[in-house]
């Protein structure tokens, strides 16, 4: 049997690793899968030995944006995701453009209600999926896995 990596991305404050480390967990108990998560990297290397890498031979890329804050721009406020999300995302963007025609990264994006789409997110058709707490996503991320995009 094939496993195919999801890379989990995911923010970093407490209630939101907590939150990683369930998906992590559903992940890795789903047979054929297995998660790769940023929080369990311990050293110097970690960006390019560890997220870089994972995230060029990962099969999907899981994305879930939280609530961080709120900014002004322009005289309006707007309530923020986890800039490092976003990051990693534009990342993956670019390395299914360079795969045309190969093997590209699976998408699912989770956006809490209440944040408002900016750079990539808001340009990109990803439909990204809106979530109130983090009890529903676990339902929603084993679908995905089940579903149509990792058949075959």
């Known amino acids: ?21 369930q998906l992590v967990k ?6 054929g899968f297995r998660a790769f998560f940023a929080e369990a990297v311990h050293d110097t290397d970690g960006l390019s030995q560890h997220i870089f890498a994972n995230l060029e ?17 322009m005289g309006t406020k707007l309530t923020r995701a986890s800039v490092w999300v976003q990051q990693e995302l534009a990342i993956v963007t670019f390395l299914n453009y360079q795969r045309a025609s190969r093997r590209k990264i699976k998408v699912r994006v989770f956006v809490q209600r209440g944040i408002e789409r900016e750079g990539l ?32």
């Open 1 to 21: 049997m094939v496993t195919r990596l999801i890379f989990v991305c995911h923010g970093q404050l407490p209630q939101e690793r907590q939150n990683g480390l």
């Open 26 to 31: 559903l992940i890795d108990s789903t047979p």
């Open 57 to 73: 031979r990962c099969d999907g890329f899981l994305a879930v944006m939280h609530k961080r804050g709120e900014v002004e721009f």
């Open 121 to 152: 997110v808001e340009t990109l058709i990803l439909n990204p999926i809106p979530f109130e707490r983090d009890e529903e996503l676990p339902e929603m991320v084993q679908s995905w896995l089940l579903g149509p995009d990792f058949k075959g």
